[in-house]
């Protein structure tokens, strides 16, 4: 009886077929390339097979590679182009009102000659490739007819007739102007930044950092989020109020202020609260800097902190 089973088992015994061999785990690779018959030479065969699927998966995979590398840089030399401008010098004479706009882009405005304004502005497109030639008719339609308004002594910058032809575009603007210029600046997305300007000043930004320099008139300053920071050589009233965005005040070394700060969530430092009593509330201060009567300074901010020096 055990003879017969044994027999039995011998005659069903059928040697592996290739394709099961090929699933056959890669550390018996040497002995099978060694093993004499038909199972040795099918595993050869798949193996051979095998390395040549993989060079060519690497050979598809390496050319798929400079495809997508050829079309980076053919993305990058149509953007990498010059970006558009135009530059035009406006004669004025006496105090000069300026309104300068950048939805994006920033405004930037420093002292030049008392008896011109110059105004450079710098676009650049903004969409993808799918709306690359919107933009840039817009920018060359900007170049051939420059956003600005001249009634004597009064200019508005960055208002065009058509305003879809800020669409798609950032526009920079550098401004030039006599040192007593009233400023009124405004941005949505961009900075603002103004440098050493002796008339009053007015700015508004919805994102973006404000920075006030070498200020000697009164300032407002509003943003929905972006710090603001502002510094004044001579004593003039100062209203800032920002939603989310630091607060600092450089105050004149010489003169009186009245100064008034609040924070809804954050704490008010600076010279202002370094005599502060202990358990006072470190988000509301009010304080006469210097001589009695001068200027009112006001401060507010809503989830930042204001520091006053």
């Known amino acids: ?45 798949w193996i051979d097979r095998r390395d040549k699927l993989n060079d060519d998966e690497r050979l598809v995979s390496v ?27 406006l004669n004025v004479t006496g105090t000069v009102e300026l309104d300068a706009k950048s939805d994006r882009g920033g405004v930037y405005i420093t002292v030049g000659s008392a008896a011109s304004v110059r105004v450079r502005a710098i676009l650049k497109p903004m969409y ?4 690359l030639d919107l933009a840039e008719a817009n920018i060359r339609a900007l170049e051939m007819n420059p956003p600005i308004e001249q009634i004597g002594n009064r200019i508005r910058i960055g208002y065009p007739k058509d305003p879809a032809l800020l669409r798609g575009v950032s526009m920079r603007l550098e401004i030039e102007i006599p040192p007593a210029t009233q400023v009124c600046a405004q941005t949505v997305s961009g900075g603002i930044r103004i440098d050493g300007v002796l008339g009053s000043l007015t700015t508004e930004t919805i994102s973006g950092r404000t920075e006030i320099r070498a200020a000697k008139g009164p300032i407002i300053a509003e943003s ?6 502002i510094a ?10 920002t939603k989310s965005g630091r607060i600092t005040a450089e105050l004149a070394k010489q003169g009186g202020y009245q100064v008034e700060a609040r924070s809804d969530s954050g704490k008010v430092s ?9 358990g006072a509330d470190r988000r509301r201060f009010q304080k006469q800097r210097g001589a009695p009567g001068g200027p009112l ?13």
Request: no cysteine; aromatic share 6%.
């Open 1 to 45: 009886m055990w003879r017969k089973a044994t027999a039995l088992t011998k005659s069903r015994f059928v040697a592996p077929k290739p394709d099961i061999a090929a699933n056959i785990d890669r550390t018996d690779e040497v002995s099978l390339l060694f093993h004499g018959g038909k199972l040795g030479a099918d595993r050869r065969r």
């Open 63 to 89: 050319m798929g590679w400079l495809l997508r590398m050829a079309g980076v840089l053919a993305s990058s030399a149509v953007f990498g182009s010059d970006p558009g401008s135009f530059d035009r010098t």
């Open 128 to 131: 993808g490739r799918l709306d």
């Open 224 to 229: 929905r989020s972006g710090a603001i920071q």
């Open 232 to 241: 004044q050589i001579a004593p003039a009233p100062i209203r800032v109020r």
């Open 270 to 278: 600076g010279w202002a609260t370094r005599d502060r009593k202990q």
């Open 297 to 309: 300074v006001e401060l507010v901010a809503h989830s930042s902190e204001i520091e006053i020096n």
